[in-house]
Structures are given as structure tokens and as C-alpha cells.
């Protein structure tokens, strides 16, 4: 099961307080009482795993280490360790408190959410001419503590999108192997998957129906995936009985939940084109070039139909090197 938007609460460790503390030495009575250690801070760093935010699922809530007290003979606290939490790259973190956004593009890349509190100072820090024998200290003070939307937008170059039952998760599977699980039914893949096609990222978002962007079907649970890919492989089903309506139905509601989403390049793959005769898949793609003029037909149990997919992949891996 893919988690890919959570709500957590985050807490910096609380700080350590000092301690009163004088020395016993005949002759040296004076204040020893040291600091606390300051709390340890709650920091997220980017790893290559989208199944990352798992670890949310059921624990809603993580705190760094507190500070230590403080100790005599000047000894300060230790400080808390920090809590490091791995999140995938492509991360969105929303500080529902404060509205502050931030989010993790690279591998490795760390943010600090939640500070730990400060120390607190131990008496010998009060000590004064006019005040040799001080008593007091200061608590350590409480970690920054927030609530925070952790939403994944996978990074990927290539999106495959269509109604469901369009191909997708068998287009997938040719390319990069990913074993996406696929038949002959509706919602077949119920969350997305990702597979490498030499370097390149692929990423099989859910299929989408009519009324998607307002809950319907998947809802919109998944479009926000399509945000982040450099390019959309949109597939038809050649057994479709109006490819024209599907393809009005996807970008309709691509439209609908961001219509900057309509100004990624586009090609249609007419898919399953090895169910149709030679000239019915020519009728079909004039229809569709209509719409886009990158327009061709794949079937994965064909190698000639492949190369169509395989050389625009080729162009888009060079582009990136």
C-alpha cells in the first residue's frame, strides 16, 4: 500500500535544565551548578523510496531526545539527539501551523522542521560580585512543536495516464519490468507505480474517470503525481467505442484540477492497437490527430509498435543526459 499523504506532529526535543550545585572543597565553595544540553531537532532528509511515508501510517507523532540536566563540577548536559526522518523525494512539508512550505527534491536533502528548546543555565552562570552564593537556575525551555502535511508528489519523467483499463500497467511492464498488476477491469491499479527505463523515471498513475477532480472513482487522489512529470504518454484503448470522448474525458479533468497540467507535452498512444485491423488503426489515429498530431499506436505484444515508444523515450533520456 502506497502512503503518499499524511498529517503528523512534530516536536523538538525539550531542553535540559540547569541544576544549583556549589563545590565542597574547603576554601572553593563557590557555584558549580552547570547548563542543561539543548534538545535535539526533528529533521526530514529525502531518500529514493516512495513508500517512505509508510512509517506515518499509524505513528502520528515523533519527538526528538531532550536535553540532559545539567550536573556539578560545571559538567553541562548532553544534548538530545536529533531525529532524523526519512521522507521521499518529492515531498511537499506543509507547517499547518504557520503555512511555511518546504519540500524535498533530492536525494539526501534535509530539513529542519522542529527545533529543540534551548538549555537552561545552571547557577554558576548567576554568580556576581554582589551575589557569590547564587541559587538560581533556569528550566530548559520546550521544543518547537507542529503539526505538518507530508504529501508526495512523485518525481518522474514520463507520465502514463488514460481511463482505466487503457494499458497503462502493460506498458509499464514491457518497458521497465516493474510488474504492475493488470486485467481486464476497472481500477485494475489502485495506486501508482514507478519503473526505470535506462535512467528514465515512468510512472503508471491510477486511471482516471469523468468526475475524478470533484471525488469520483479514485477522486483526485493521484492526479497530483502528473504535477511533477516531464512528459505524458496518454493512452487510448483501441477497443474503445469513442476515443474522442475518452481522450475529452481526461484532459477535462486534467483541466479541472490544474490546468497547467494541459501545457505538458503530450503524445497519444493508441494502445491494444493488435485488436483492430491495419486500416481501422489508421482510421482511428486520424481521429485522434485531430486532438494532437503526436499520435501513434503501441501494442505491447508487438515489437515493430514498441519502437514508436522507444524512440521517443531515447529522445527524452538524451535531453537529460
Same mark, same amino acid.
Given at each position: 500500500?502506497?502512503v503518499d499523504d499524511v498529517t503528523v506532529r512534530?516536536?523538538?526535543? #525539550?531542553?535540559?535544565?540547569?541544576?544549583?550545585? !556549589?563545590?565542597?572543597?574547603?576554601?572553593?565553595? &563557590?557555584?558549580?551548578?552547570?547548563?542543561?544540553?539543548?534538545? +535535539?531537532?526533528?529533521?526530514?532528509?529525502?531518500?529514493?523510496?516512495?513508500?517512505?511515508?509508510?512509517?506515518?501510517? !499509524?505513528?502520528?507523532?515523533?519527538? %526528538?531526545? #531532550?536535553? +540532559? =540536566? &545539567?550536573?556539578?563540577?560545571?559538567?553541562?548536559?548532553?544534548?538530545?539527539?536529533?531525529?532524523?526522518?526519512?521522507?521521499?523525494?518529492? /515531498?511537499?512539508?506543509?507547517?499547518?501551523?504557520?503555512?511555511?512550505?518546504?519540500?524535498?527534491?533530492?536525494?539526501?536533502?534535509?530539513? /529542519?522542521?522542529?527545533?529543540?528548546?534551548?538549555?537552561?543555565?545552571?547557577?554558576?552562570?548567576?554568580?556576581? $560580585?554582589?551575589?557569590?552564593? *547564587?541559587?538560581? !537556575?533556569?528550566? &530548559?525551555?520546550?521544543?518547537?512543536?507542529?503539526?505538518?502535511?507530508?504529501?508526495?508528489?512523485?518525481?518522474?519523467?514520463?507520465?502514463?495516464?488514460?481511463?482505466?483499463?487503457?494499458?497503462?500497467?502493460?506498458?509499464?511492464? @514491457?518497458?521497465?519490468? @516493474?510488474?504492475?498488476?493488470?486485467?481486464?477491469?476497472? !481500477?485494475? /491499479?489502485?495506486?501508482?507505480?514507478?519503473?526505470?527505463?535506462?535512467?528514465?523515471?515512468?510512472?503508471?498513475? *491510477?486511471?482516471?474517470?469523468?468526475? @475524478?477532480?470533484?471525488?469520483?472513482?479514485?477522486?483526485?487522489?493521484?492526479?497530483?503525481?502528473?504535477?511533477?512529470?516531464?512528459?505524458?504518454?496518454?493512452?487510448?484503448?483501441?477497443?474503445?467505442?469513442? =476515443?474522442?470522448? #475518452?481522450?475529452?474525458?481526461?484532459?477535462?479533468?486534467? @483541466? %479541472?484540477?490544474?490546468?497547467?497540467?494541459?501545457?505538458?507535452?503530450?503524445?497519444?498512444?493508441?494502445?491494444?492497437?493488435?485488436?483492430? $485491423?491495419?486500416?481501422?488503426?489508421?482510421?482511428?489515429?486520424?481521429?485522434?490527430?485531430?486532438?494532437?498530431?503526436?499520435?501513434?499506436?503501441?501494442?505491447?505484444?508487438?515489437?515493430?509498435?514498441?519502437?514508436?515508444?522507444? $524512440?521517443?523515450?531515447?529522445?527524452?533520456?538524451?535531453?537529460?543526459?
Amino acid at each position: 500500500m502506497l502512503v503518499d499523504d499524511v498529517t503528523v506532529r512534530l516536536s523538538g526535543g #525539550d531542553g535540559g535544565s540547569g541544576i544549583v550545585g !556549589f563545590a565542597r572543597t574547603k576554601g572553593n565553595l &563557590g557555584p558549580t551548578g552547570a547548563n542543561g544540553g539543548p534538545g +535535539g531537532d526533528i529533521i526530514l532528509e529525502g531518500i529514493n523510496d516512495i513508500s517512505a511515508l509508510l512509517q506515518f501510517r !499509524f505513528n502520528k507523532e515523533f519527538k %526528538a531526545a #531532550d536535553g +540532559g =540536566v &545539567g550536573s556539578t563540577r560545571l559538567r553541562d548536559g548532553e544534548r538530545g539527539e536529533d531525529l532524523v526522518l526519512k521522507v521521499p523525494v518529492g /515531498t511537499v512539508i506543509t507547517n499547518q501551523d504557520t503555512g511555511e512550505t518546504h519540500e524535498i527534491t533530492k536525494e539526501g536533502e534535509q530539513i /529542519t522542521v522542529a527545533h529543540g528548546g534551548y538549555r537552561g543555565r545552571g547557577n554558576y552562570h548567576f554568580r556576581a $560580585s554582589t551575589n557569590t552564593s *547564587p541559587k538560581e !537556575f533556569e528550566e &530548559g525551555k520546550e521544543g518547537e512543536s507542529f503539526t505538518f502535511r507530508l504529501e508526495l508528489k512523485m518525481i518522474a519523467d514520463v507520465g502514463l495516464i488514460g481511463l482505466p483499463n487503457a494499458g497503462k500497467s502493460s506498458l509499464l511492464n @514491457a518497458l521497465t519490468g @516493474a510488474h504492475s498488476k493488470v486485467g481486464n477491469y476497472s !481500477f485494475t /491499479t489502485l495506486e501508482p507505480h514507478l519503473g526505470a527505463y535506462y535512467g528514465l523515471i515512468l510512472a503508471d498513475v *491510477p486511471g482516471l474517470i469523468e468526475g @475524478a477532480s470533484e471525488g469520483k472513482g479514485l477522486g483526485d487522489k493521484f492526479l497530483r503525481h502528473i504535477e511533477r512529470t516531464r512528459v505524458i504518454f496518454h493512452l487510448i484503448s483501441a477497443e474503445s467505442d469513442d =476515443v474522442l470522448r #475518452d481522450y475529452d474525458i481526461v484532459r477535462t479533468e486534467l @483541466a %479541472a484540477f490544474n490546468p497547467e497540467l494541459l501545457k505538458k507535452q503530450e503524445y497519444i498512444c493508441l494502445s491494444k492497437a493488435d485488436m483492430l $485491423s491495419e486500416e481501422a488503426v489508421k482510421e482511428t489515429l486520424k481521429k485522434l490527430e485531430t486532438k494532437n498530431k503526436n499520435t501513434f499506436a503501441i501494442s505491447v505484444i508487438d515489437d515493430a509498435k514498441m519502437k514508436n515508444v522507444t $524512440s521517443i523515450l531515447k529522445m527524452l533520456r538524451e535531453d537529460t543526459l
